[in-house]
């Protein structure tokens, strides 16, 4: 379910460590660029199946747009779940740095470094839209964990194909252009579109997107005006994406990496 790490155009520049995170975005198995290996998308848990493994180990709660779930520096005592809508994860650093981590959608874990040692939040995360959200106490997914193992093998499953999918988005980022990747970044907001179907048409500025694929505004503008005369996208009151046009595209721009049997 992961998208995308950042690259700078120019081969001069060379991203900070942080920077090497600059964009994973958690996307279904349905949105990765074919002929690559996918793995499966988790299966849903609803509440009522967390209630039953985790009792007073757990908390469910909805969040208005743009508000913040945990901050970065916050205690890292929880993993989190989405049972709907959008959560975004981003980080800052110094020199005013900011970053987008990931955009992830319904079924996926996130926070879940706590499991693994990490005593403070690395990152902030924030809704994007309405979301509904269950709170899994850190004890209570270990003490889970250790006693139920169909639980712990899909978790296992999910975090290994989070693994999978950012290595291949890594190589997409060090191999591909970067009009292929601010396609790739279009075709997740109109897979957020649809899943959190908001009430208004999605509003994203160029410069957003030039954060996310890790280039400059002028390029996103070339390219998005190219985009625009392909019916790949339109403007209605805010940004309209052909996810099908896009998906085409993209079939048909293999990525640059060869295959060696």
């Known amino acids: 379910m992961q998208l995308c790490m950042s690259f700078i155009d120019q081969p001069n520049q060379f991203p900070e460590p942080y920077d090497l995170f600059f964009w994973r975005a958690v996307l279904p198995g349905e949105l990765i660029v074919p002929k690559r290996s996918m793995a499966k998308q988790t299966v ?11 009792r ?14 945990f901050a970065q520096g916050d205690k890292a005592d929880a993993v989190f779940y989405i049972q709907s809508g959008t959560v975004k994860l981003t980080i800052a650093a110094t020199r005013r740095k900011k ?29 994007i839209g309405p979301s509904n959200v269950t709170r899994l106490q850190k004890e209570s997914t270990l003490r889970t964990l250790k006693r139920d193992p169909s639980f712990a093998a899909l978790l296992n499953a999910y975090l290994l194909s989070r693994v ?29 579109t649809k899943e959190s179907k908001p009430e208004s048409p999605l509003k994203v500025s160029q410069g957003t997107l030039a954060e ?18 392909k019916g790949f996208v339109y403007y209605n009151g ?14 048909n721009r293999p990525m640059s990496v060869a295959r060696r049997t």
């Open 44 to 54: 849903g848990f609803s509440a009522t199946v967390f209630r039953k493994k985790f």
């Open 56 to 69: 007073d180990g757990m908390s469910v709660r909805n969040y208005r747009d743009n508000e913040i779930i």
């Open 99 to 127: 970053a987008i981590i990931a955009v992830l959608l319904r079924n996926s874990f996130f926070g879940e470094g706590c499991l693994g040692g990490q005593s403070l939040r690395m990152y902030t995360a924030r809704s």
């Open 164 to 192: 999978i999918r950012v290595e291949e988005d890594l190589a997409d980022q060090f191999f591909n252009f970067s009009e292929k990747r601010l396609a790739r970044v279009l075709l997740l907001f109109g897979q957020i």
């Open 212 to 229: 996310m694929v890790g280039t400059t505004r002028a390029r996103v503008s070339k390219f998005m005006n190219a985009f625009k005369k």
């Open 238 to 251: 805010g940004l309209q994406i052909n996810s099908a046009l896009i998906s085409a595209f993209l079939h």
